[in-house]
Structure formats: structure tokens, C-alpha cells
């Protein structure tokens, strides 16, 4: 359990590696002071956030010549390389979802200063999740970035998809919260304890201790609704396509990151001397998610819900390594979501470049003839396309090629086989989108916006895929530092 008496002796150098975290929810209470008095301030406040991001990723990397891992407050949170190179790609996923949202909520009325203050509050509760070490400090940040995404969901409250998605995100939300709650608590009661350590140490009675394994399935079930692996993937393209574009995009990449970092820290970091038992779920999860990913996307005409079945595909690559239980594995899911957030940014960010006359593009036939209208939108989004692919020599190619590398040398076969036959499946919705940029004619007219925020974003997305394959190294290593923290090679 928490040690509470050790959180009244906290060293100054805990409060300095836990920075970040102080930095978000200190300027996000200010914020939302700011914004009840000066709700007309909405540049200030979307400045305040973006500085904030960038002061908190500075906090981040400031103690980070200090080798080793750090456990803080009595044992709830610990401070290792995982966790930084997780909370660095979270704060440039929510910085990415604060630049985007500037232009489309000017053009779609909705400018209100609780969307960058939400945006940090699930960013707190998202770094919290990574930095986990306690069930108890588990499920409060579960709850945190839960409660905030719930209500950005639903943010554009005169659209009724927006509200139907924020209702449904919310009702599988508080049921998916419940089986895992109930889940931590058949793993305390049947072990005394909530810390992951003490937890990693009693599973290894668990072939005679059923309880404890019962505990660890509800607990899985739950985690799995969070990074949306069939079968908890039912609320995925219903919240992608209502949610505000913005929002999905924060969702995609954030809220992704997040809840595969928790599952990682949780399995690789806790129940790894127990791989045997939850190997199994692991590798059922992944390969239904790599078959649904790939065949439900063919027949959506709606891009937002292609991205969701593609997440869901995406997902199952990721837990394919994850079930290996070996560091190579976990090295691969860490480049596999750096190169995923780039991959999906830089996508959301084409489609809130293009607007029809009254209405944001949502619809795949839309994109007829872009090549036409803005050539560079359209090559960067197909390299991206590709990328997702996994065409070589694309940087989502290497992705896979890692993460499929550690599953063969771990003796998985089949779920390799089916991986890889999941991709070829995929690589259709894919590349069907690009035909229709390139080869079918222009079905209405269409116009970009000037948002450079949006550009920017864009380019540096395709440019980071583009030459990954020149130098790999530069982002590989930074993942092999993290996994180190959970795996020794």
C-alpha cells in the first residue's frame, strides 16, 4: 500500500522531478481562474497552455542527466526513463491538439477557454498514468484524463453527434472504470497490497491463487477499453466522428500513448514474473484487434471513423509485441507510438486544412482531385497514408518491421502471420485514399485554410517519415533507454 507517513518527508529533489506534473496542475487551476473573470481572453489563455506545455517538457528534461529511477511519494509514482520518454511524447501530442484547435474552433464558434484548461488536466492525469507505480495512483489518473476527455468529447454542444459522442464515451467509460475498480480490488484483497512491486512479487502464486489472477483479468478488460482493443472497442468510431476534429486528434495520439504506456508499466514493470498467465490475453487481444482494424475500415467513407478502426488495428501491432514480454518487444512499442503520434498528427492536422464552403471535409470522396487543388497537401498526406501502410521505406514500415522482429524472435508465428496479413489488408483503405486524391476527378469545390499552425504541423510530420530510414538510430536509441527502465536487455 501507499506509505503516507513518507509523503511528509518528500526531498526537494522529488518535487523537482515531479516538475511537470506541479507545472500542469498549478497553470491549469490559474487558467481556469483566469478565464471565469476574463472569459473574453481567449489568445492569453491559449498562450498560457502552450507555454506551459513547453516549460513542463523543459521540466521534464531538465533532471534528465540524473541517471536511475526515481520512486516518489511513498511508492505511488516513479520517475525513470519510460515515464520521461512517455510524458515527452504526451506533452507534444496535447501541444499538437492546442495548435490545431486555434483555427477550427475560430471558424466553428466555439471558442471557450475550458478547452486548453481541459487539455492540460487530462495531460496531468495522462503523465500520471505513465508515472504510475500504485493501483490507487493508477486509477486517479485514469480518472483524471477520463473526466476531461468525457467532456471534450462533447465540447461542440450544439451538434448532436458531439453530444451523442460525449454520452457514449461517458456511460462505457463509468462501465470500463468499474470493471477495473473491481478488478484492483480482488488484486488487493487477495495480495494485501496495491503497489506494483508487492503485486509482481505474489504473482508468482498465482497458478494457485485464482483470485489473484481474476483480479488481473478485470483489470486488463479495463485497461483495454482505454487504448480501445476489440473486443472494448466499441465507443472508438462514434467518439472519433462526433468528437470535434481537434479533439480526435488529441484522443488518437494522447489519449493512445497514454493508456498503451499504463498497460506497459503495468504488465512489463509489474506482472512480468507472472508472463505466462497474461500472455495469452495479450496475443487474443492483439490479433482480434489486427483482424477488425483492418477489415471493418474498408467499407467507412467517413475518415474520422477510418482513423478509429486504424487505431484499433494499430493497437493490436503494439500489444503483439507487448505479449513477447522481452525488452526487444517493449523497445518496439516505444518507437512504434513515437512514429504512430507522428503518423496521426500530421494526418488530422490535412484534414483540418481542407473545408468545403459551409462545413469541415470529413468524407473520403471530398478528397477527389486534391492533388489539383494543393499538391503539397496532398503528397504529404499520401506519404503519411503510406507510412501508415507501411510502405518501405516510410518510417511506419520500420515500425512494424521492429515490432514483427521481436514477435518471430519470441517464437509467435501465428500472431506475426496474422499481423502481417493484417497489414496487406489495411494497406487497401490506405492507398484507396490516395487514388482518390490523385486519380478520380474533383466532386465539389474546396478551399484550405491559412491556418499555419496547421502546415507546420503537417510538414514536420511528413518530413520525420519520410527520413527515419536515413538515420533510425536518433529515436531508436531514446526507446531502447526507456524499455531498459522495464526490461534489462
Given amino acids: ?16 522531478l515531479f516538475a511537470p506534473e506541479i ?23 491559449y498562450r498560457i497552455a502552450i507555454t506551459t506545455l513547453i516549460l513542463a517538457t523543459a521540466a521534464l528534461l531538465f533532471p534528465f542527466f540524473q541517471p536511475g529511477d526515481f520512486i516518489l511519494f511513498g511508492g505511488a509514482v516513479i520517475v525513470d526513463d519510460f515515464a520521461r520518454y512517455m510524458k515527452c511524447l504526451i506533452l507534444a501530442a496535447a501541444l499538437a491538439a492546442i495548435f490545431m484547435a486555434r483555427d477550427y474552433l475560430e471558424r466553428t464558434q466555439l471558442q471557450r477557454f475550458e478547452y486548453p484548461v481541459l487539455i492540460l488536466l487530462a495531460t496531468l492525469g495522462m503523465c500520471l498514468m505513465v508515472s504510475a507505480k500504485d493501483l490507487v495512483a493508477m486509477y486517479l489518473a485514469l480518472e483524471l484524463q477520463g473526466l476531461c476527455l468525457y467532456i471534450l468529447a462533447a465540447f461542440k454542444r450544439d451538434s448532436l453527434r458531439s453530444s451523442e459522442a460525449g454520452l457514449k464515451y461517458f456511460v462505457l467509460g463509468a462501465l470500463s472504470s468499474g470493471i477495473l475498480l473491481f478488478g484492483c480490488s480482488l488484486l488487493y484483497g487477495f495480495t494485501g497490497a496495491t503497489g506494483f512491486e508487492a503485486l509482481a ?13 481474476f483480479g488481473l483479468v478485470f483489470v486488463l478488460a479495463g485497461l483495454a477499453f482505454k487504448c480501445s482493443a476489440v473486443p472494448f472497442h466499441m465507443w472508438t468510431p462514434d467518439v472519433y466522428e462526433g468528437a470535434p476534429t481537434p479533439v480526435t486528434a488529441f484522443l488518437a495520439g494522447a489519449a493512445k500513448l497514454a493508456a498503451v504506456g499504463l498497460i506497459v508499466r503495468f504488465l512489463a514493470g509489474g506482472f512480468l514474473p507472472a508472463a505466462t498467465q497474461w500472455q495469452q490475453i495479450i496475443i487474443a487481444l492483439a490479433a482480434t484487434s489486427m483482424v477488425l482494424g483492418a477489415f471493418a475500415a474498408i467499407g467507412q467513407n467517413n475518415v474520422k471513423r477510418l482513423m478509429a478502426y486504424s487505431a484499433i488495428g494499430h493497437i493490436g501491432y503494439m500489444l503483439s509485441a507487448l505479449a513477447t514480454a522481452t525488452f526487444e518487444g517493449v523497445t518496439g512499442i516505444l518507437l512504434y507510438l513515437f512514429l504512430y503520434l507522428t503518423m496521426n498528427i500530421g494526418v488530422f492536422a490535412a484534414i ?6 459551409d462545413s469541415q471535409v470529413e468524407n473520403i470522396s471530398d478528397l477527389a482531385g486534391l492533388h489539383e487543388r494543393n ?8 506519404v503519411l497514408l503510406f507510412s ?12 512494424k518491421f521492429y515490432v514483427f522482429l521481436a514477435v518471430v524472435e519470441a517464437g509467435l508465428y501465428p500472431l506475426a502471420i496474422i499481423g502481417v496479413l493484417a497489414s496487406v489488408v489495411a494497406a487497401f ?35 520525420i517519415n519520410l527520413v527515419f530510414f536515413v538515420y533510425p538510430a536518433v529515436l531508436l536509441a531514446p526507446a531502447q533507454w526507456g524499455a531498459t527502465s522495464l526490461i534489462l536487455p
Fill in 1 to 16: 500500500m501507499i506509505n503516507f507517513d513518507a509523503l511528509q518527508s518528500l526531498e526537494p529533489n522529488a518535487l523537482i
Fill in 23 to 45: 507545472l500542469l496542475a498549478t497553470m491549469a487551476m490559474l487558467m481556469l481562474m483566469f478565464g471565469v473573470f476574463r472569459p473574453k481572453s481567449m489568445r492569453t489563455v
Fill in 201 to 213: 512479487n505474489a504473482a508468482g502464486t498465482m497458478p494457485e491463487n485464482l483470485g489473484l489472477l
Fill in 352 to 357: 483540418l486544412l481542407m473545408q468545403k464552403q
Fill in 375 to 382: 499538391p503539397g497537401t496532398a503528397f504529404m498526406l499520401a
Fill in 388 to 399: 501508415l501502410a507501411g510502405v518501405p521505406p516510410l518510417a511506419g514500415f520500420f515500425a
Fill in 429 to 463: 483503405y490506405y492507398l484507396r485514399i490516395v487514388k482518390i486524391m490523385y486519380f478520380d476527378t474533383i466532386a465539389e469545390p474546396m478551399r484550405q485554410t491559412a491556418a499555419i499552425e496547421l502546415k507546420c504541423l503537417l510538414v514536420i510530420a511528413g518530413i
